[in-house]
């Protein structure tokens, strides 16, 4: 019995495997990287942390010519950050924001509801933007002490944002990003060359440790293959979309269009909605590897990234339990077990199993590259890997039933409020 269950399971990992050896080679095709609009910089960064040096270095040429008539065509861009708790972060990202070299630029930081110091960092960065003549981005602060209901904090902080925003293009970003100088520039120059009203870019992952990075690469991994986020960029279909919090920049009339944050209030996974939503609208999207614009540390730690997750992967699910039970299933039976099985199984089905962790490598390796753009031994982590992730979507599902809701950044969001929004 045991024996001819293995034969199965055997037969049906490989076949999958081999569906999604397939699909990744498809996909190829679809995936695009963010041009450099300066081939004399490509292959000179030396990555996001030396741009705010050389943005410092070079202020005063950056913004020579932004009073030239020439750039009065180009779009003003809004450039939205919404910031809780973020002291450690929030000045290089806005530093590295006000260094670029693109000519028409507003930033608006919403500082919301903050305990540390996050508001104070802001006004001392107004106050240094403002003292400093060759740096004419203007820098709006709002300070948000109120969490209306049926409001994610995020979320609401980013229509805050919209709503005193003028600018023809929207950049939604996070408050621990770092921009290279030319990264807003590159993607507006992109967004008009191939008109589109939505691009999303992936960024280069900072990533301390061993166990960490292996983590993350795992978990963006499985991600690929469970949402396929290349199928953004085929404007033939409609139904899947994708956005990336880091860096969500589109059209105000798209971002009108798809009912603004207010359709995303309750939403933990509002970047992923975004990008559906844009899709369904019939709206031309990309997203494209921007690991040479943009870099952010996801997590600082293996623990910080288990209790980070335990927030927003069951609604990942739909807050369905059937699902997320499918998904463990999934995991244990396609991607764990061909590690244990191949030394199980005997005959054809220990080669087929065999043949299935090759397999795997292959996708891991293909797609870790256009992912996150860096791959070393942690794909001998991966039998580890797999079950930290499914310890935390466990964790993710059964805190949430427990608590009758999640906890976000200090604010409890009860579980009926919240499937009432994924409906």
């Keep these: 019995m045991l024996t001819s269950g293995l034969q199965i399971i055997a037969l049906l990992a490989f076949i999958y495997w081999i569906a999604m050896l397939w699909d990744t080679f498809q996909a190829r095709k679809h995936m695009v990287r963010l041009p450099s609009g300066d081939p004399r910089s490509a292959g000179q960064k030396s990555g996001p942390f030396a741009a705010a040096a050389a943005g410092a270095a070079r202020e005063g040429a950056a913004f020579s010519s932004s009073s030239d008539a020439r750039w009065k065509d180009l779009p003003l861009v809004s450039v939205i950050i919404a910031a809780k708790e973020e002291e450690a972060s929030i000045t290089a990202t806005v530093k590295h924001l006000l260094h670029q070299t693109y000519p028409r630029l507003e930033i608006i930081a919403v500082n919301d509801r903050s305990r540390d110091g996050t508001g104070r960092k802001l006004e001392e960065l107004r106050r240094w933007s403002e003292g400093r003549e060759r740096i004419p981005v203007p820098l709006k602060i709002i300070h948000v002490t109120h969490l209306p209901e049926g409001w994610l904090g995020k979320n609401h902080a980013l229509y805050q944002g919209f709503q005193q925003a003028r600018g023809q293009l929207l950049l939604f970003t996070d408050a ?231 906890y976000w950044r200090g604010t409890f969001y009860s579980l009926d409020e919240l499937k009432q929004m994924q409906r």
Aim: proline fraction near 3%; charged fraction near 15%; glycine fraction near 8%.
């Design 176 to 406: 621990d990003v770092l921009f290279e100088p030319d990264a807003v520039a590159d993607a507006v120059r992109y967004m008009k060359e191939h008109q589109v009203d939505h691009l999303t870019l992936a960024p280069r992952m900072i990533v301390r440790g061993f166990w960490l990075r292996a983590f993350v690469n795992y978990f963006f991994f499985t991600l690929s293959l469970y949402v396929r986020p290349w199928r953004s960029n085929i404007d033939a279909q409609h139904k899947h979309g994708m956005g990336i919090g880091a860096f969500n920049l589109l059209t105000r009339a798209a971002y009108e269009r798809i009912g603004t944050h207010r359709a995303l209030a309750l939403r933990p996974d509002d970047d992923l909605v975004l990008g559906h939503r844009v899709k369904q609208a019939r709206l031309r999207q990309r997203l494209a590897s921007g690991q040479e614009h943009i870099a952010v540390e996801w997590y600082p730690s293996l623990r910080a990234a288990v209790k980070g997750l335990e927030k927003n992967l069951f609604s990942g699910f739909q807050y369905r339990i059937t699902l997320a039970a499918a998904a463990l299933l999934g995991q244990a039976l396609l991607f764990l077990l061909p590690f244990a099985a191949v030394w199980l199984a005997g005959g054809w089905a220990a080669w087929l199993f065999a043949g299935s962790i090759a397999i795997m490598i292959a996708v891991y390796l293909q797609l870790i590259r256009s992912l996150t753009g860096g791959i070393g031994i942690e794909v001998l982590a991966l039998p580890a890997t797999i079950c930290i992730l499914c310890y935390i979507v466990a964790r993710s599902v059964l805190l949430t039933l427990k608590q009758g809701g999640i």
